[in-house]
């Protein structure tokens, strides 16, 4: 049966959906789904666009759309997720951290960003090995995801450090978020893993609130705000690791038991540029 159409009949939208109905099909049929798929998104957007009647697909062909919109799913969200942790990668943190505020309504209590890193992560690396350094990687990542308030996540910044996004949170219980979190990990039977073990966290927690009547704002930008992080970070190893740093009043602060610390470390200058 011959597949041509007269020309008149091709520049009709009902005839050019038709007609990609009819490639998908033949597509199907030899099953090359992919190349059907696409015919039959083009014969569907045709059809919305000029609002054709609803055209039929074939039951088997749906099914395989359907797989092939998971499959692309997937693909788009492995994409985003750091393949040794499974936690989001860099590339979804710099795009969540843009679209955050956009997102923030005039009741927002503001948005929490705390840089996370392993205390003397080396040394377990140069005792135990980089295979039982990938796995206390693996299950710190799983720690930090641990009791993460709705809409919050975790992501790798890089080596073995990691940042906490809390949005919609007020400053204090962002403290109170990432001191439960390294207290977690600090309690963990790391010794399950191999006898002797011990790991610990230090945190530098910048907390930013939303510009008082200008929804969708914060002071600072993404970049500054983790440029604070890292250097409330600094504070907490220079004041003696497994420590929250934070600042309250322009003062950093050490949150839980290191708070009883008599030496607290000045964040690092940080310079915006």
């Not at 099953?31 to 045709?46: E, I, K, M, T, V």
């Not at 309690?187 to 011990?198: D, T």
Request: hydrophobic share 40%.
């Amino acid at each position: 049966m011959s597949t041509r159409r007269h020309p008149d009949e091709l520049t009709d939208s009902s005839g050019l959906v038709r007609l990609h109905e009819s490639i998908a099909a033949l597509l199907a049929s030899r099953g090359q789904w992919r190349q059907a798929y696409h015919h039959l998104r083009s014969a569907l957007d045709l059809a919305s666009a000029k609002g054709s009647e609803p055209i039929h697909v074939p039951e088997q062909l749906r099914r395989e759309v359907d797989r092939l919109r998971k499959e692309h799913a997937e693909v788009q969200e492995q994409s985003l997720r750091d393949s040794l942790t499974s936690s989001y990668n860099r590339r979804y943190l710099d795009q969540r951290l843009l679209a955050l505020p956009g997102e923030m309504d005039e009741n927002s209590a503001g948005l929490a960003v705390a840089l996370v890193d392993l205390d003397w992560f080396k040394q377990v690396n140069d005792t135990y090995g980089h295979l039982l350094g990938d796995r206390v990687l693996q299950r710190v990542v799983e720690l930090l995801q641990e009791g993460l308030p709705a809409g919050a996540f975790c992501a790798r910044y890089g080596g073995e450090e990691f940042v906490l996004v809390l949005p919609d949170i007020d400053a204090s219980s962002a403290v109170a978020v990432c001191e439960t979190t390294r207290a977690r990990i600090e309690r963990y039977a790391w010794h399950q893993l191999v006898v002797g073990l011990r790991v610990t966290v230090s945190i530098g927690l910048a907390h930013e609130q939303r510009v008082a009547q200008a929804v969708g704002r914060l002071p600072t930008s993404h970049e500054e705000q983790l440029l604070r992080a890292d250097s409330l970070l600094y504070t907490a190893k220079q004041s003696g690791r497994n420590a929250v740093a934070y600042q309250e009043d322009g003062v950093a602060h050490l949150a839980g038991p290191a708070s009883g610390r008599r030496t607290v470390v000045a964040p690092r200058v940080v310079g915006y540029y």
